[in-house]
């Protein structure tokens, strides 16, 4: 289903490869100072072995790529039509979206870049994402399209003046009465009898 170029192409960031040859010379460190000195630095070098597989796993993600009619997730592409819900979490570097397609499966798109680049990738997926609900919006409601239909129920209607400013005046005045006394005849209840 691959045809033609991506209109975007988004990379891993090239620093956690840096940060996981980081955690592996410091995993060396501690295994060398627990080999002779401290054996709990085992602790530290086990920590730091599983932070440098993380960290190498985040930097040999296949790149994302942006197209008209669909998203690259490496090997795996998913049309924007099939996109019905799209939901980002709590992180923004890396970023993390779940997507939900139509037929009720997920995906998690996880991209470790950098922050400019993530937030990027985002507003375009929202973008594309034409018929799926946004973080649970509807797609113009985020984008604040309005469709010809609403517009016409929001706006108000013309207001006509019926009566000059003397007469609003002097119907107001006949509502604060009635209001207070309860009714606007002269006559008393015993002159009815």
């Not at 924007?80 to 993390?96: E, F, K, N, Q």
């Not at 799926?132 to 309005?146: N, S």
């Not at 006559?187 to 009898?193: F, Q, R």
Request: glycine fraction near 8%.
């Amino acid at each position: 289903m691959k045809t033609g170029f991506p209109m975007t192409r988004y990379r891993p960031a090239g620093h956690y490869k840096w940060f996981g040859i980081s955690a592996l010379g410091l995993a060396a460190v501690s295994g060398w100072l627990g080999w002779f000195w401290a054996p709990l630095s085992f602790i530290a070098t086990g920590l730091f072995l599983i932070t440098a597989g993380l960290l190498f796993a985040l930097a040999l993600r296949p790149p994302i790529e942006i197209h008209e009619g669909y998203l690259s997730l490496g090997r795996r592409v998913v049309p924007w039509m099939d996109i019905r819900r799209l939901d980002r979490t709590g992180w923004v570097s890396p970023l993390i979206v779940r997507l939900t397609l139509f037929d009720e499966s997920r995906v998690t798109v996880i991209y470790p870049g950098e922050l400019d680049h993530c937030t990027g990738l985002l507003r375009h997926m929202r973008r594309f994402s034409r018929d799926a609900l946004i973080d649970g919006v509807p797609y113009r409601q985020y984008w604040g399209e309005m469709s010809p239909v609403a517009e016409r129920k929001q706006a108000p209607p013309p207001r006509y003046r019926i009566l000059r400013p003397e007469d609003e005046a002097e119907v107001e005045r006949l509502y604060q009465r009635l209001k207070t006394v309860g009714n606007l005849d002269q006559k008393t209840s015993g002159d009815e009898k």
